[in-house]
DNA sequence: GACTAATCCATGCAGGCGCATTTAATCAAG
DNA sequence: CTTGATTAAATGCGCCTGCATGGATTAGTC
């Protein structure tokens, strides 16, 4: 039998898609202005500077940024090409290898924090109290079923879509 | 001054982008498994089905979509191309012409709002009481500071993106 | 009416995504 | 050690997006 979802569900999808789409909208617009890559760029530095070592295997990084397999090779693609960070090669597991950050990546992230968490400040922090942003994360950890982890700040925010 | 943001404003910001891309991707994956085109191609047939006459101006497409001019425009062509709506003449105003819903995209949003539905209950709706959603709802409404639209059921949803 | 500005829509191009497949290496059995 | 299944990563293809631009028409001003 087919269940139909309340308007309160509708109205919180509708809100949930269209909230979203506009803050993350307003967010990446900041960050280009101020002359910066993509947040996906700044998640991947993110989890390649708090690894051990500063390195990771792709497969690590695809797990904690939760991007599919081709889009973290693309873009470790585009962060070597741009010197942010480097392919290195992987002894125990030879199919596999190693992503390791430059100091040029370590600083880029440092910068594009800077800027994002001026924007987030913007866009999110000065709209809601902190009670009001708790409660929200609370009923959004509810729809995430396998809730798993609890990201810490600095955040690796953006899934990228 | 920079003004920072603090833990639960980060933490609600990456909620926000996390969950959304989640079930945002739960609903589209049901949609596709039932033979469906995407979400945008419903949100822009039901906006054609509910305009008197079945007919909007691109223009108008665009603003109750909430996306791009050159974004409508494609999209029109893909409905044209599948004989779900055809242009037609503006005599008004000659620059523009008028989008009209054919039989066929009345009765694929139909079918597709059935899919639609039984989607937002299975990944919204029955994870959240009807009270929790209305309170979801207005917190998500506070960070989108020109809340023009109370869009009204069934939804033209998804910015798409 | 003539000229400039603004509006409506289409489109070429570059880049990113999703899907499916390929290549290479490891693992699991016999 | 050989075979077959599995996993890691890369890549070719088609579609979609964003950006910038172009062509056509209308509106505003004198």
Redesign the interface.
């Known amino acids: 039998m ?23 909208g307003a ?1 990446e617009q900041d960050l280009k202005k101020a002359g910066f890559p993509p947040l996906a760029w700044y998640d991947a530095l993110l989890e390649l500077s708090r690894a051990p070592g500063g390195e990771l295997r792709p497969v690590e990084l695809e797990k904690q940024m ?1 991007i599919p397999q081709y889009s973290t090779s693309r873009l470790i693609d585009r962060l070597v090409e741009e010197g942010l960070a480097a392919r290195r090669e992987c002894k125990m597991d030879k199919r596999g290898l190693f992503v390791e950050i430059t100091e040029a990546g370590r600083d880029l992230q440092k910068r594009m924090w ?1 800027a994002y ?2 924007a ?2 913007r ?6 109290s ?8 609370g ?7 396998s809730c798993d982890q609890a ?1 810490p ?7 990228t ?1």
Request: glycine share 4%; with cysteine.
């Open positions: 087919k269940r139909k979802p309340s308007t309160e569900a509708t109205a919180a999808w509708i809100r949930l898609m269209r909230i979203q789409s506009r803050v993350l967010v939760l800077s968490s001026t987030i400040e866009h999110v922090g000065s709209k809601l902190d009670a009001d942003a708790a409660k929200l994360c009923l959004l950890d509810r729809l995430g079923c990201t700040v600095p955040p690796s925010a953006v899934a879509r």
